[in-house]
């Protein structure tokens, strides 16, 4: 085998994915549980009227919020506490292979949560947009990767593993409600929207519906510009709780 | 095998997303927009109520939406109308297509006509003309073409050949051949009661309304009286094409009318004028309506009976189609034009006035012509707004809602969505401009470029008349004889010689000749010079002349000859008196002269 940086990268990567596709208990809630949600609330309880548009595009950012936050936030801390992380540190890689195979696996989990929404919108909930669309749609899921993948590795440097476990939910299920993920933020109170403009999920959401031209006034620039700053401000989180790990 | 692990899952992701991305469904590409039209903040009547003010967006000639016009209107013209009313292309249910009709008709409005008697050969490209949908400034045909009477009974009056009924055993073979013809239903004339002409009998016009029925169409009559309609109501007739005038109805016909679902196109307007109370003085005063007219439909609306009849009493009229209406029957607007006191197009508009008279409410007297006739006639894309409508639309200032006589106020007319004036006949081929000599047959019998010298005959209608044209010698140059037998197989025969365009496209334009100058001798006679409207159908504009023994130089003012328009010749042709014979004469120098 090679020793380039390439070949540890895709070495580390394929440990990743076999070490979750060993973990049903990560799998399913992350690949399942998104597209359940959506038929439930996209498609079957759908009355028509552009719901199916409009939830595709806040629930493939739910989707991709899974794999994101567990798979960074947990397995960061499981390998911390069993002190995986300190032989990592000694052995001959470097260290951002350990990252970017964690990056490249949870991008590849995120596609495999995201296709099953856009077949159920596409073939069951009716839903027809340009290719364009459907591609743009699809990178700017898979852009929420970033940001959430370093709030969960910032959960992951800080908490132990049961710890991990209920601070990634929290904030799982916040992100996702108070985001606008699950219902339109046009239908919270004037305190929660206040929340909701803190959240990165709710300006991504608005990103996505942007993308598929859902009812209202968005100025995705702006959405974009905030989502950019709350990403360098969770790599920064990251960076320094990483760096009080040493 | 951690490296063919992340490949694997590589592959499969990147295949499963491509896959997914090539099935994932597209949205129908937009509705081409080109010369779409967006008629904005408009008032609209739908057929049954007014609505609006909304934008209606027009396209490829249909309604393509009404409301929000969306991102698909891009690039369409915006025409703000504001205070305006838009309605769908008005019918007249009842009219005799000749000439102009069609053409006169759009000009008021009217996009389509429910003939009840014509020509059967007018048929022929009635159906295919109706149904395009390129642009056209010509009225959409419905016809009955010939009607069911007997000999010399009503109907038989009119010149046209018309096959008369002996019997109920000739119904059944005579409906089949009205709609081998074209006719789109059966019209028959029932008046056993009227003491000046004759009649079928309540046997063989119940036989005609049962072959109707067996072949699927639909029947409708022209009665006179209320005995007679009575009758008819119980011989399972469709619709009445007038109201009966001599007797208000009772309560029992009434009730049977009802129950028999009929429908009822009153024809107030001619009744009006047979009672003394024409509607086209009315007319013709309108600043609106007055100035569209034609010389020829400003005569027509002129003209009365000159006396009034005891059978027919407008008021009594008024009052039955009150009843009927507040009954439920439903009930058509029909003119009855181009009778005297009525003319194609503009008389709708008195006639639905009339109906709001009679107890109609403005909407429903706009509702009987518009969706009322396409209803009963089978006139799907019309007679409604509403998106995939055909776009045959009337936009008048005001609204007729508040006062009916709003219609007047016509601004624009569209047919099939382009605005009639604005180039309508795009199709149409070339305009041959036409002046100075039109035939001197020095060589040959040749014409200008574009026309050719021909003969003609009622051949080309059934009948058996023959011409013949040939030139000949005639002092140092040519003339152009005409041969002919008239017969007696058509009821307007004739026969002789034509001057028609080379191509069917082509319009001529006779610019500013104020005449037609020509020399011409032969069997003595008054012949005729007949003026054809290209595109134009049925009867064409006709002037006399006589003709002696003796050569002699003739002239016709084109003013003179009524219906022609000298910007759309379509041809012209000097024929023989309608009396059997033989007739021969000589033809030379036709000339247009300034």
Same mark, same amino acid.
Not at chain 2, 291 to 306: I, S
């Given at each position: 085998m090679s020793r380039t940086y390439a070949g540890i990268l895709a070495a580390e990567t394929g440990a990743e994915l076999t070490q979750s596709f060993r973990a049903p208990e990560f799998l399913l809630p992350t690949l399942a549980l998104p597209v359940a949600f959506y038929m439930m609330f996209g498609v079957l309880m759908s009355r028509g009227g552009g719901a199916a548009t409009y939830l595709l595009a806040t629930y493939g950012i739910f989707a991709v919020m899974g794999p994101s936050l567990f798979g960074f936030g947990v397995g960061v801390a499981g390998e911390r506490e069993r002190g995986w992380l300190e032989l990592k540190r000694a052995a001959p890689a470097p260290a951002s292979t350990f990252i970017g195979a964690k990056l490249g696996a949870t991008i590849a989990f995120a596609a495999m949560a995201l296709m099953p929404i856009y077949a159920a919108a596409a073939f069951m909930g009716g839903v027809e947009l340009p290719k364009t669309v459907w591609l743009t749609l699809f990178l700017v899921h898979l852009s929420a990767v970033f940001p959430f993948s370093l709030i969960g590795l910032s959960i992951g440097f800080s908490f132990s593993t049961n710890g991990a476990v209920a601070i990634a939910n929290i904030v799982f299920l916040s992100f996702a409600v108070i985001g606008g993920?699950? @219902?339109?933020?046009? @239908? @919270?109170p004037g305190w929660m929207v206040a929340i909701s403009n803190a959240l990165p999920s709710f300006h991504l959401a608005e990103i996505a519906l942007t993308v598929v031209d859902a009812p209202g006034d968005r100025i995705a620039g702006f959405h974009a510009t905030v989502v950019a700053g709350m990403t360098l401000a969770c790599a920064a989180l990251a960076g320094w709780t990483w760096s009080r790990q040493r | 095998m951690l490296k063919k692990t992340t490949l694997i899952t590589a592959a499969a992701v990147a295949t499963a997303f491509v896959g997914l991305m090539i099935l994932l469904p597209t949205p129908a590409p937009a509705p081409d927009l080109d010369g779409a039209v967006v008629i904005d903040n408009v008032r609209y009547f739908d057929g049954e109520a007014m609505q609006g003010p909304a934008a209606v967006t027009v396209a490829d000639g249909k309604i393509v939406s009404i409301g929000d016009p969306g991102a698909e209107a891009q690039g369409a013209s915006r025409l703000d109308a504001a205070g305006k009313t838009l309605l769908p292309g008005l019918f007249d249910a009842h009219v005799h297509t000749f000439a102009t009709a069609q053409r006169d008709a759009v000009t008021f409005g009217v996009t389509a006509l429910i003939d009840m008697f014509t020509a059967p050969a007018l048929l022929a490209g009635a159906r295919d003309a109706r149904d395009s949908f390129a642009p056209s400034n010509s009225a959409a045909l419905f016809s009955a073409g010939m009607l069911a009477t007997v000999e010399r009974g009503h109907g038989t009056q009119y010149g046209i050949n018309v096959e008369t009924l002996e019997g109920p055993e000739d119904a059944p073979a005579w409906v089949a051949a009205r709609i081998e013809e074209g006719s789109d239903f059966i019209k028959l004339v029932y008046m056993p009661y009227a003491t000046y002409i004759p009649s079928l009998d309540l046997e063989t016009a119940t036989a005609v309304i049962e072959a109707a029925h067996d072949q699927g169409v639909q029947a409708v009559a022209h009665v006179s009286s209320l005995e007679g309609a009575r009758e008819l109501l119980d011989a399972g007739v469709d619709g009445f094409v007038h109201i009966f005038a001599d007797k208000v109805a009772d309560a029992a016909f009434i009730e049977a009318a009802v129950e028999r679902k009929v429908f009822v196109i009153p024809t107030l307007a001619v009744i009006a004028m047979v009672n003394g109370k024409s509607t086209g003085p009315e007319l013709i005063d309108d600043p609106d309506l007055g100035p569209r007219l034609t010389p020829a439909a400003t005569t027509n609306l002129r003209q009365d009976f000159g006396s009034s009849s005891p059978y027919f009493d407008l008021d009594k009229a008024l009052e039955t189609v009150g009843l009927l209406h507040d009954a439920g029957v439903p009930i058509l607007a029909g003119s009855d034009a181009p009778n005297p006191g009525t003319a194609h197009g503009v008389s709708v508009h008195a006639e639905m006035a009339l109906l709001v008279r009679a107890g109609l409410s403005t909407e429903e007297a706009l509702a009987a012509a518009t969706a009322l006739p396409a209803k009963f006639f089978g006139a799907d894309d019309r007679g409604r707004i509403a998106p995939g409508a055909r776009a045959d639309l009337v936009l008048v200032a005001g609204d007729p809602g508040a006062d009916?006589?709003?219609?007047?106020?016509?601004?624009i007319v569209y047919r099939n969505g382009v605005?009639?004036?604005?180039?309508? /006949?795009?199709?149409e081929g070339s305009t041959l401009a036409l002046a100075g000599v039109l035939g001197d047959f020095e060589v040959g019998t040749s014409a200008p470029e574009g026309l050719v010298w021909s003969e003609t005959s009622d051949r080309m209608m059934g009948g058996d008349s023959n011409a013949r044209v040939a030139r000949i010698e005639r002092g140092d140059g040519g003339a152009l004889a005409v041969t002919t037998t008239v017969g007696s197989g058509f009821a307007f025969p004739w026969a002789g010689a034509f001057l028609g365009t080379?191509?069917? /496209?082509a319009v001529g334009d006779l610019g500013d000749a104020r005449a037609v100058a020509f020399e011409v001798r032969g069997t003595p006679a008054n012949y005729r010079l007949m003026l054809f409207v290209a595109g134009g159908m049925g009867a064409p504009p006709t002037a006399m002349f006589e003709v002696t023994e003796d050569w002699q130089r003739v002239e016709i003012a084109i003013a003179d000859v009524a219906g022609f328009e000298p910007d759309r010749f379509g041809g012209m042709a000097f024929v023989t008196p309608m009396r059997a014979g033989e007739y021969a004469f000589e033809l030379d120098n036709v000339t247009l002269i300034r």
């Amino acid at each position: 085998m090679s020793r380039t940086y390439a070949g540890i990268l895709a070495a580390e990567t394929g440990a990743e994915l076999t070490q979750s596709f060993r973990a049903p208990e990560f799998l399913l809630p992350t690949l399942a549980l998104p597209v359940a949600f959506y038929m439930m609330f996209g498609v079957l309880m759908s009355r028509g009227g552009g719901a199916a548009t409009y939830l595709l595009a806040t629930y493939g950012i739910f989707a991709v919020m899974g794999p994101s936050l567990f798979g960074f936030g947990v397995g960061v801390a499981g390998e911390r506490e069993r002190g995986w992380l300190e032989l990592k540190r000694a052995a001959p890689a470097p260290a951002s292979t350990f990252i970017g195979a964690k990056l490249g696996a949870t991008i590849a989990f995120a596609a495999m949560a995201l296709m099953p929404i856009y077949a159920a919108a596409a073939f069951m909930g009716g839903v027809e947009l340009p290719k364009t669309v459907w591609l743009t749609l699809f990178l700017v899921h898979l852009s929420a990767v970033f940001p959430f993948s370093l709030i969960g590795l910032s959960i992951g440097f800080s908490f132990s593993t049961n710890g991990a476990v209920a601070i990634a939910n929290i904030v799982f299920l916040s992100f996702a409600v108070i985001g606008g993920l699950w @219902f339109p933020a046009t @239908f @919270f109170p004037g305190w929660m929207v206040a929340i909701s403009n803190a959240l990165p999920s709710f300006h991504l959401a608005e990103i996505a519906l942007t993308v598929v031209d859902a009812p209202g006034d968005r100025i995705a620039g702006f959405h974009a510009t905030v989502v950019a700053g709350m990403t360098l401000a969770c790599a920064a989180l990251a960076g320094w709780t990483w760096s009080r790990q040493r | 095998m951690l490296k063919k692990t992340t490949l694997i899952t590589a592959a499969a992701v990147a295949t499963a997303f491509v896959g997914l991305m090539i099935l994932l469904p597209t949205p129908a590409p937009a509705p081409d927009l080109d010369g779409a039209v967006v008629i904005d903040n408009v008032r609209y009547f739908d057929g049954e109520a007014m609505q609006g003010p909304a934008a209606v967006t027009v396209a490829d000639g249909k309604i393509v939406s009404i409301g929000d016009p969306g991102a698909e209107a891009q690039g369409a013209s915006r025409l703000d109308a504001a205070g305006k009313t838009l309605l769908p292309g008005l019918f007249d249910a009842h009219v005799h297509t000749f000439a102009t009709a069609q053409r006169d008709a759009v000009t008021f409005g009217v996009t389509a006509l429910i003939d009840m008697f014509t020509a059967p050969a007018l048929l022929a490209g009635a159906r295919d003309a109706r149904d395009s949908f390129a642009p056209s400034n010509s009225a959409a045909l419905f016809s009955a073409g010939m009607l069911a009477t007997v000999e010399r009974g009503h109907g038989t009056q009119y010149g046209i050949n018309v096959e008369t009924l002996e019997g109920p055993e000739d119904a059944p073979a005579w409906v089949a051949a009205r709609i081998e013809e074209g006719s789109d239903f059966i019209k028959l004339v029932y008046m056993p009661y009227a003491t000046y002409i004759p009649s079928l009998d309540l046997e063989t016009a119940t036989a005609v309304i049962e072959a109707a029925h067996d072949q699927g169409v639909q029947a409708v009559a022209h009665v006179s009286s209320l005995e007679g309609a009575r009758e008819l109501l119980d011989a399972g007739v469709d619709g009445f094409v007038h109201i009966f005038a001599d007797k208000v109805a009772d309560a029992a016909f009434i009730e049977a009318a009802v129950e028999r679902k009929v429908f009822v196109i009153p024809t107030l307007a001619v009744i009006a004028m047979v009672n003394g109370k024409s509607t086209g003085p009315e007319l013709i005063d309108d600043p609106d309506l007055g100035p569209r007219l034609t010389p020829a439909a400003t005569t027509n609306l002129r003209q009365d009976f000159g006396s009034s009849s005891p059978y027919f009493d407008l008021d009594k009229a008024l009052e039955t189609v009150g009843l009927l209406h507040d009954a439920g029957v439903p009930i058509l607007a029909g003119s009855d034009a181009p009778n005297p006191g009525t003319a194609h197009g503009v008389s709708v508009h008195a006639e639905m006035a009339l109906l709001v008279r009679a107890g109609l409410s403005t909407e429903e007297a706009l509702a009987a012509a518009t969706a009322l006739p396409a209803k009963f006639f089978g006139a799907d894309d019309r007679g409604r707004i509403a998106p995939g409508a055909r776009a045959d639309l009337v936009l008048v200032a005001g609204d007729p809602g508040a006062d009916i006589t709003a219609t007047r106020r016509i601004d624009i007319v569209y047919r099939n969505g382009v605005a009639v004036g604005d180039d309508p /006949e795009p199709t149409e081929g070339s305009t041959l401009a036409l002046a100075g000599v039109l035939g001197d047959f020095e060589v040959g019998t040749s014409a200008p470029e574009g026309l050719v010298w021909s003969e003609t005959s009622d051949r080309m209608m059934g009948g058996d008349s023959n011409a013949r044209v040939a030139r000949i010698e005639r002092g140092d140059g040519g003339a152009l004889a005409v041969t002919t037998t008239v017969g007696s197989g058509f009821a307007f025969p004739w026969a002789g010689a034509f001057l028609g365009t080379t191509s069917q /496209e082509a319009v001529g334009d006779l610019g500013d000749a104020r005449a037609v100058a020509f020399e011409v001798r032969g069997t003595p006679a008054n012949y005729r010079l007949m003026l054809f409207v290209a595109g134009g159908m049925g009867a064409p504009p006709t002037a006399m002349f006589e003709v002696t023994e003796d050569w002699q130089r003739v002239e016709i003012a084109i003013a003179d000859v009524a219906g022609f328009e000298p910007d759309r010749f379509g041809g012209m042709a000097f024929v023989t008196p309608m009396r059997a014979g033989e007739y021969a004469f000589e033809l030379d120098n036709v000339t247009l002269i300034r």
